[in-house]
Nanobody, 127 residues
Framework: QVQLVESGGGLVQAGDSLRLSCAASGRTLSNYAMGWFRQPPGKEREFVAAISRNGDNTYYTDSVKGRFTISRDGASNTVYLQMNSLKPEDTAVYYC????????????????????WGQGTQVTVSS
């Protein structure tokens, strides 16, 4: 089974950038569609971004379109979330997740579609 570890979170000011990493071990991520979710303080966990197995298909929630970019690197077995122009409302615990996918182009946006989750990394954006 694949294990996921997120890193790269921290405290930044509005307008700054951060890059989150999700490093996988145990299995190659080449068979998995990947996603990033976040849980703001006092709220439920929500979808942020997803990428297909082949990396050619991506999808974002409306609030991060044009600011966040999801990508994956097969050589390092890592998925990234580049976050630019951060806003205070981006403050949350960010989780990466893996979905064993049969289709190279398929992506998943619902939490129940993902079998494996990381422990999360805190992102705090001050105004």
């Amino acid at each position: 089974q694949v294990q996921l570890v997120e890193s790269g979170g921290g405290l930044v000011q509005a307008g700054d950038s951060l890059r989150l990493s999700c490093a996988a071990s145990g299995r190659t991520l080449s068979n998995y569609a990947m996603g990033w979710f976040r849980q703001p303080p006092g709220k439920e966990r929500e979808f942020v971004a997803a990428i297909s197995r082949n990396g050619d298909n991506t999808y974002y929630t409306d609030s991060v379109k044009g600011r966040f970019t999801i990508s994956r690197d097969g050589a390092s077995n890592t998925v990234y979330l580049q976050m630019n122009s951060l806003k205070p409302e981006d403050t949350a615990v960010y989780y990466c997740a893996a979905d064993y996918a049969f289709g190279a182009w398929s992506i998943a946006t619902m939490q129940y579609e993902y079998e494996t989750w990381g422990q999360g990394t805190q992102v705090t954006v001050s105004s």
